[in-house]
C-alpha cells in the first residue's frame, strides 16, 4: 500500500478562496507601497550560507534551513570529522547554501551588490517567503511570507512619517483598527544610562519588550537574572509605567533623561514624528510606548509595531531605523528605515472579522450550461465578450445532467448561470438566472453584461 503523502510540518497548502483572501492582502499592501513611490524587488529564494551565517545571532544560524552541496557532498569530509558530530562544522562543510531567514540581510546583500545601479535613496519593497528551523505551534510557521519596504540612504524623519502613513493607509483599506505604537531605541540607550547600566542596554530592551506577555514582576525578575542591579530596577519602574498623552510622556521623558544626550536626541526625533503625523489626519490611533524595544539589536531610532484592537493577537507589522544595514557586507554608513507587515496574522485577522471584500474571494462571476455542440457553439463568442467585459466567464465542458451542472455552479459559488437552447438561439439571446435570487430573464449579450456589472 502506497504511503499517504504529506507535506513538512510548519507548512500549509493554500485552497483557492484561501489563495484569493491572501492575494487581496498581498494585492492591498502592493498598491499602497507604489502609491508612496515603493518599487519592487525580489532575490533568490537560496542565498550563499556566507551571506546569512552569522546576521542572526547564534540561535539564528541554528535556524536556518541549509541546502546540502550537489553531487558527492561527502568527498570533502573526513571520517574524524564525521564522527565528532558538530552541527555546525559539518554544515558549513557539507552546504554552500540556504534558504532565507528574512528579507532584510538578503536586501542589504542587493544594495551592496548593486549599488552603482541604484539611485539614494532607494525605496523598495518586497513581498516573499521566508524559511526558519523553527518548532513549528500555532501562529508560528517554518515558511512564511514577509511584506517589508525599505528607503536606504536617507537620514530624514519624513521617511518614519511616511511609513506610518502606508500602515494606516493599509489597515484602513482593510477595514481593521489598529493602534500604532512608536519608540525610539535612543530613548531606551539613555533610559539605560540614567539608571548606571548603560553597558545592559541589550539585556534591558530585551526583557522590557516582554512585558505585554510576561507581566512586569516577571520582566524585573529576569531583569535582576541579567544582572541588574536591584536600585537601577526601581529606578526603572517609573519609565516603563508612564501614562497620559503622547505630549505628556514625552515632556516627562525629555525631564527624566535631561542627562543624556542620546536619550534626548531620541526624544526629538520622536516629537518631531509625531508631530508631524497630527496633520497627516491618521484613522488609527499613534500610540508613545515607552516598553516596546523590539528583539532585533541593529535598530538604532525610531521603532514601530501595530497591534490590533478587535482580534487578540501579536504584532502584525513592525519596523524601524537602522544605521548600518550594508555594514555586515563591508559598506558602512548606509542609513534605512523599514517596516513589514506580518501577511499571515493580518490573514487570520481578516479571518476572524470576517472583513474580505465579496469581490476579492469570489471566482467565477458567469457559468455557461452545456446542452451540446450546437448550444456550446453558440455560446463560446458570448463567453468571449462577457471576457472582454471582464466578467470572469466559465463554458461547462461537458454535456452532463442539468443538475450537475448547476450544483457544480452551486458549489463554486458562481453567482450567475447563463442558459442557451434553441429558443434562445432564435432570438439570439441568453436565459439569464441569478443563482442568488432564483430569477431568471431572457437577455441580449449586451444586457447580460449591464446585469452582472452594473455601471
Request: a negative charge.
Amino acid at each position: 500500500m502506497a504511503n499517504k503523502p504529506n507535506i513538512p510540518k510548519g507548512t500549509r497548502d493554500f485552497s483557492p478562496l484561501e489563495m484569493a483572501k491572501r492575494n487581496y492582502i498581498f494585492n492591498t499592501i502592493k498598491e499602497v507601497y507604489a502609491l508612496y513611490g515603493f518599487r519592487q524587488i525580489e532575490t533568490p529564494a537560496m542565498e550563499s550560507l556566507q551571506t546569512l551565517m552569522g546576521k542572526y545571532g547564534e540561535e539564528g544560524d541554528k535556524l536556518l534551513f541549509k541546502v546540502l552541496n550537489s553531487g558527492d557532498f561527502l568527498n570533502k569530509v573526513s571520517d574524524e570529522e564525521l564522527q565528532q558530530r558538530n552541527p555546525l562544522h559539518l554544515a558549513a562543510r557539507l552546504c554552500e547554501k540556504g534558504l532565507r531567514y528574512d528579507l532584510t540581510v538578503p536586501f542589504a546583500r542587493y544594495v551592496v551588490m548593486h549599488r552603482d545601479e541604484l539611485q539614494l535613496p532607494f525605496k523598495r519593497y518586497q513581498i516573499q517567503p521566508v524559511w526558519r528551523a523553527d518548532r513549528p505551534q500555532k501562529g508560528r510557521y517554518r515558511e512564511f511570507y514577509q511584506c517589508d519596504a525599505d528607503v536606504v540612504g536617507s537620514d530624514s524623519l519624513l521617511n518614519e512619517v511616511e511609513l506610518m502613513q502606508i500602515i494606516d493607509t493599509v489597515f484602513t483599506r482593510f477595514g481593521v483598527r489598529v493602534q500604532i505604537k512608536i519608540n525610539n531605541r535612543k530613548i531606551l540607550t539613555g533610559i539605560a544610562e540614567v539608571i548606571g547600566e548603560a553597558d545592559k542596554i541589550v539585556d534591558i530592551t530585551v526583557a522590557i519588550d516582554k512585558l505585554d506577555k510576561i507581566g512586569l514582576e516577571a520582566v524585573n525578575a529576569e531583569l535582576a537574572e541579567d544582572g541588574i542591579s536591584q536600585e537601577a530596577i526601581e529606578k526603572l519602574q517609573p519609565i516603563i509605567s508612564l501614562s497620559g498623552t503622547n505630549d505628556e510622556k514625552l515632556d516627562t521623558i525629555a525631564q527624566v533623561l535631561a542627562s543624556s544626550e542620546i536619550g534626548m536626541k531620541g526624544v526629538e526625533e520622536t516629537r518631531f514624528i509625531l508631530d508631524t503625523l497630527k496633520t497627516a489626519n491618521l484613522n488609527n490611533e499613534m500610540q508613545l510606548d515607552l516598553t516596546l524595544a523590539r528583539g532585533l539589536n541593529y535598530y538604532t531610532g525610531a521603532i514601530f509595531e501595530v497591534k490590533a484592537l478587535d482580534v487578540q493577537i501579536g504584532s502584525i507589522t513592525g519596523g524601524g531605523r537602522y544605521d548600518n544595514l550594508t555594514g555586515i557586507f563591508g559598506m558602512p554608513g548606509l542609513s534605512g528605515v523599514g517596516i513589514s507587515f506580518g501577511a499571515d496574522r493580518i490573514f487570520d485577522v481578516l479571518n476572524t472579522l470576517d472583513l474580505y471584500p465579496q469581490e476579492a474571494v469570489h471566482g467565477t462571476q458567469l457559468l455557461f450550461i452545456n446542452f451540446g455542440d450546437r448550444e456550446t457553439a453558440y455560446c463560446l463568442p458570448i463567453a468571449n465578450e462577457m471576457r472582454k467585459a471582464g466578467i470572469r466567464t466559465e463554458v461547462y465542458p461537458d454535456k452532463s445532467k442539468m443538475k450537475k451542472q448547476m450544483s457544480y455552479a452551486n458549489a463554486m459559488n458562481i453567482p450567475f448561470v447563463a442558459l442557451a437552447g434553441d429558443n434562445e438561439i432564435q432570438e439570439g439571446k441568453i436565459t439569464l438566472k441569478n443563482m442568488l435570487t432564483g430569477d431568471q430573464q431572457l437577455v441580449t449579450p449586451a444586457e447580460m453584461i449591464n446585469i452582472i456589472c452594473p455601471q
